[in-house]
């Protein structure tokens, strides 16, 4: 096992701007991270060039000391023992369950009651051994999904690759999945690198998560510090629930705000350049001294209502009420605490 | 390095050999067809062409004939395309496969099918005693016999593009309308029909590009009464062979070839500004009833099925089955003379089987292994060089078979360089021209079901560790299969029949079947002419039987005959 690093990675295909720009990731041997952004952003690209479908532009890729790929050369996929899950599957349709799985092991001439038995714990880990005779068609999308996952363990990859695998799936499957996929990574202890436009996926499997915004890194850090810390109003709006208020703030406020620093700037005292401040709606509580809002929605959510309020200039803030409140109605709220973005 | 290069790890030699392959099948004949044009026109035989009065004569009958015939196409084509894609009439499937039918038989046997079944000398009509008197002329042999059954034998095309037109059409779109208040027939004036025109247009003109190169049918039906077109102008040329014959077809050549692009840039021309991008859900199936209008329209459409279809096959049989030319056929002179003659006897005809059969199976098998090569090549890469590949595999196809012939008669006159071996005149010219003709046919469902393929399949392959060898052999071909096996037999099927490339490349030992058809009939031995092409016609359908099985399994669009 060896650590998979990027090292100013870029990939322009022609278009008006790179589809990556110089990109640097380590991902420590053993880690999970996501690639976490919205469609576009270049994400898929750094998967495929990770996995030696695309040969970057710009920079280089390791795995360990091994270089796998730069601008002049590169280790084609069929020699890096890497594995992915696409988000079709690709699962081959004229192969059994057993032999899609097992094709991995058969290119590397591996036959016989090796083959059999390596298939058979592959399959035995995503609970498809009954299925091993029947062809990929006459399986379910969550069935499939795990065949593809299979087929991923039976090789012990040093890194493996999920491209949106739950995009497809609803979101009943998609917890279950998500509980395989951990269950896979504490087992196998390979590398991998998970690519997502949900961030609920993101923050509920990976150790680490890379935000992209168009073919930049735009901050990578463990789930916990990213939902506490974003950079940027890209990460603040990606990630997690919350509004993101423009306020003027004087030089020198730190980037965590409490209420006490926060007031003074609804009263209008405050004089300073605007900066975009992330408020959660939990740091959001109903206080009689606090601002005057009006409550422009309130969706049931069924443990809470989850309301949208206008500030006095207009801005919209975002709380959660446990008692039922109704548009139109005015409340005072007080901030507890909130997140200067950049 | 370009993205498909690194992106897809082909091994070198592959684009090189694909380039080779366009290049030679495709831009040799016809750059050379265009060189022997110039020349001629240098030497100044155009003017010699020019004062021939046949040249002119064999124009407005080229003319007419296709323009006619275009119009019986298009009125038969569109009828049966409406009624049988948007009507719930019962037996839709069943009338379209006998409808589209004519498409795949070959021209010479349609019209020698049509010439028995009409006339004072048509051993059916005789046995019906219902022949016209003898003395009487044969009403086919005439520039309106010739439009008929070019209508007959390209209605199928007009069919087809405008069915797939049809198929297309926004379902939800038609009912909105209907909800606005629209009766049936304001539906079909004001959505379906305005939506149809593009396939009606493209159809009617690839109807008209197809009478103008068409061969078998003015062999058989001008030939007789001296209406020459300009296929059959070449081919009386090539029989009268003189030192200017080769500028001069070269030139007859390039007048077909000129016709036909006319043809297709009127269509370019009167589809601009057509381009209704469908949106919505597609797949208008039995939107109109006919209830009680069902039970008129139904006999009448199988009643024209039967004069277009039926009963000239009859004729043929009827023809085959007289014990010798002229002799009336009746149940107790019913002789398989004739089917014994062709099979067993003639050594023209067995060998125009065992030549035919070779060249088809050749052609079809040794095409595939190049169009997997091929297709795999230009469905993994976008852009200008993909796109020009697939027009230059496209043209050789487009232009009428003739021209086709006379542009390898013109590249292999004269013996080979270093090789020094001439193949005019070899059993190998047909089997190359064949390659460049049926290049597209064998292309088309091959590269149709590699573009199917997710990419996605083959890149797994990669990552499980298969090189590129492996991939195509455990996962790419295997997952084409159908298609590629579809594309056997339909070539198979196509040059089997095919006549006019042949018709002017075979010597005396080289004859194919379509060839043979014809010189049999020409030289008075219609009974043999029609027990052979009844062979042909149960070979036909048997075939395309055969490929309506693989039908399901097939991407879209593979079986020229369904869409």
Same mark, same amino acid.
């Not at chain 1, 990770?50 to 795995?63: C, K, N, R, T, V």
């Not at chain 2, 008929?148 to 405008?162: D, K, N, R, S, W």
């Not at chain 2, 539906?187 to 009606?200: A, D, K, T, Y």
């Given at each position: 096992m060896a650590k998979l690093i990027l090292n100013h990675v870029g990939k322009d295909f022609g278009g008006s701007r790179p589809a990556v720009s110089s990109l640097s990731i380590d991902v420590r041997a053993g880690g999970f991270l996501a690639l976490l952004g919205p469609s576009g952003c270049?994400?898929?690209?750094?998967?495929?060039?990770?996995?030696?479908?695309?040969?970057?532009?710009?920079?280089?890729?390791?795995?360990?000391?091994?270089?796998?790929?730069?601008?002049?050369?590169?280790?084609?996929?069929?020699?890096r023992n890497m594995a992915m899950v696409f988000q079709s599957y690709a699962l081959w349709p004229h192969m059994s369950v057993a032999e899609n799985v097992g094709y991995p092991l058969k290119v590397r001439g591996i036959s016989g009651e090796r083959w059999r038995k390596a298939v058979a714990d592959a399959l035995e880990a995503v609970r498809l051994h009954e299925h091993a005779e029947r062809q990929p068609a006459d399986l379910s999308g969550g069935q499939r999904q795990r065949v593809a996952l299979a087929r991923c363990l039976v090789t012990s990859p040093d890194v493996v690759l999920l491209d949106e695998p739950l995009a497809n799936l609803d979101r009943h499957l998609k917890q279950e999945m998500e509980e395989t996929f951990r269950d896979f990574h504490n087992r196998s202890g390979a590398t991998m690198i998970y690519v997502t436009h949900d961030q609920s996926e993101a923050m509920a499997l990976a150790t680490e998560v890379a935000v992209m915004s168009e073919g930049r890194l735009v901050q990578l850090a463990p789930p916990e510090e990213i939902y506490a810390r974003p950079e940027g109003r890209m990460a603040g709006a990606l990630i997690g629930q919350g509004a993101i208020l423009q306020l003027p703030l004087p030089e020198g406020t730190p980037r965590l705000l409490d209420w006490a620093a926060l007031r003074p700037l609804f009263q209008g005292h405050a004089a300073g350049a605007c900066a975009d401040i992330l408020v959660r709606p939990q740091h959001v509580v109903v206080d009689p001294e606090g601002i005057a809002c009006r409550v422009v929605s309130a969706l049931y959510e069924g443990e809470r209502y989850a309301l949208r309020l206008a500030l006095p200039d207009g801005q919209i803030l975002r709380a959660f009420s446990a008692a039922r409140v109704s548009p139109g109605e005015k409340l005072a709220v007080a901030i507890l605490s909130a997140w200067r973005l950049a | 390095m370009t993205r498909s290069a690194s992106g897809s790890s082909q091994p070198r030699w592959l684009l090189p050999f694909v380039i080779l392959a366009v290049a030679l099948l495709s831009v040799l004949p016809l750059s050379r067809l265009a060189v022997a044009g110039f020349v001629a026109l240098w030497r100044g035989d155009l003017g010699g062409l020019l004062a021939d009065p046949a040249l002119w004569s064999s124009l407005r009958y080229t003319l007419e004939t296709a323009l006619f015939g275009t119009a019986i196409s298009v009125l038969?084509?569109?009828a049966f395309a409406f009624l049988l894609t948007l009507t719930d009439l019962r037996g839709r499937s069943v009338l379209g496969f006998l409808f589209v039918l004519p498409m795949m038989i070959p021209p010479q046997v349609t019209a020698l099918a049509w010439v028995q079944m009409s006339g004072p000398s048509?051993?059916?009509?005789?046995?019906?005693?219902?022949?016209?008197?003898?003395?009487?002329?044969?009403?086919?042999?005439s520039v309106g016999g010739i439009a008929?059954?070019?209508?007959?034998?390209?209605?199928?095309?007009?069919?087809?593009?405008?069915r797939a037109g049809l198929m297309a059409l926004p379902r939800d779109g038609i009912e909105a309308a209907?909800?606005?208040?629209?009766?049936?027939?304001?539906?079909?004036?004001?959505?379906?029909?305005?939506?149809?025109?593009?396939?009606?247009?493209?159809?009617?003109?690839?109807?008209?590009?197809?009478?103008?190169?068409?061969?078998?049918i003015p062999?058989?039906?001008?030939?007789?009464?001296?209406?020459?077109?300009?296929?059959?102008?070449?081919?009386?040329?090539?029989?009268?062979?003189?030192?200017?014959?080769?500028?001069?077809?070269?030139?007859?050549?390039?007048a077909i070839a000129l016709i036909s692009v006319v043809g297709l840039a009127v269509q370019e021309r009167v589809l601009r500004g057509r381009d209704y991008r469908v949106i919505g859900l597609a797949g208008a199936v039995a939107t109109f009833r006919l209830g009680g209008l069902g039970l008129l329209v139904a006999p009448l459409l199988w009643l024209l099925l039967f004069f277009v279809l039926v009963a000239p096959f009859m004729a043929l049989l009827a023809g085959a089955l007289v014990p010798a030319y002229g002799v009336p056929l009746t149940f107790s002179t019913l002789s398989f003379h004739a089917f014994e003659e062709v099979l067993f006897r003639q050594s023209a005809t067995r060998t125009a089987f065992a030549n035919s059969l070779f060249l088809s199976a050749a052609t079809a098998?040794?095409?595939?292994?190049?169009?997997? =090569? &091929?297709?795999?090549?230009?469905?993994?890469?976008?852009? #200008?060089? @993909?796109r020009v590949l697939t027009a230059l595999v496209e043209i050789p196809y487009a232009l009428p078979g003739i021209v086709l012939a006379v542009a390898f008669i013109l590249v292999f006159a004269g013996p080979l360089p270093v090789l020094n071996v001439t193949l005019y005149g070899t059993i190998w010219i047909i089997l190359i021209a064949y390659f460049s003709s049926f290049f597209a046919v064998s292309l088309k469902p091959v590269v149709s079901a590699f573009r199917q393929l997710d990419p996605a399949l083959e890149e797994a392959a990669r990552l499980s560790g298969a090189g590129f060898y492996?991939?195509?052999?455990?996962?790419?071909?295997?997952?084409?299969?159908?298609?590629?096996?579809?594309?056997?037999? =339909? &070539?198979?099927?196509?040059?089997?029949?095919?006549?006019? #490339?042949? @018709?002017?490349?075979?010597?005396?030992?080289?004859?194919?079947?379509?060839?043979?058809?014809?010189?049999?009939d020409d030289s008075g031995g219609s009974d043999l002419a029609s027990a052979l092409s009844v062979l042909v016609v149960v070979m036909v359908v048997a075939m395309m039987l055969a490929l309506e099985f693989f039908g399901k399994r097939l991407p879209k669009g593979v079986l020229p005959w369904r869409s």
């Open positions: 270049g994400k898929t690209t750094v998967l495929r060039m990770i996995a030696g479908f695309e040969q970057p532009s710009d920079g280089s890729i390791l795995l360990g000391d091994r270089l796998l790929a730069d601008a002049a050369s590169m280790v084609p996929p069929e020699r | 038969l084509g569109a048509s051993p059916l009509l005789k046995a019906l005693h219902i022949a016209p008197p003898l003395g009487s002329p044969q009403p086919l042999y008929l059954l070019f209508g007959v034998q390209h209605a199928p095309l007009v069919y087809l593009a405008l209907r909800l606005s208040g629209a009766s049936s027939l304001q539906v079909f004036r004001h959505i379906v029909l305005p939506l149809s025109m593009p396939g009606l247009i493209a159809g009617a003109a690839i109807a008209f590009v197809s009478c103008v190169g068409n061969f078998g062999a058989i039906l001008g030939i007789p009464a001296s209406i020459y077109t300009l296929p059959t102008l070449i081919f009386s040329k090539f029989s009268a062979f003189s030192s200017r014959t080769f500028g001069e077809v070269a030139l007859l050549s390039t098998f040794g095409l595939l292994l190049l169009t997997l =090569l &091929v297709g795999y090549q230009l469905a993994s890469r976008r852009g #200008v060089l @993909a492996r991939r195509l052999a455990d996962i790419v071909v295997p997952l084409v299969a159908p298609a590629a096996g579809a594309s056997v037999i =339909l &070539v198979f099927l196509i040059a089997c029949n095919e006549l006019t #490339v042949s @018709a002017l490349l075979w010597t005396a030992g080289t004859q194919t079947l379509g060839v043979v058809i014809y010189n049999l």
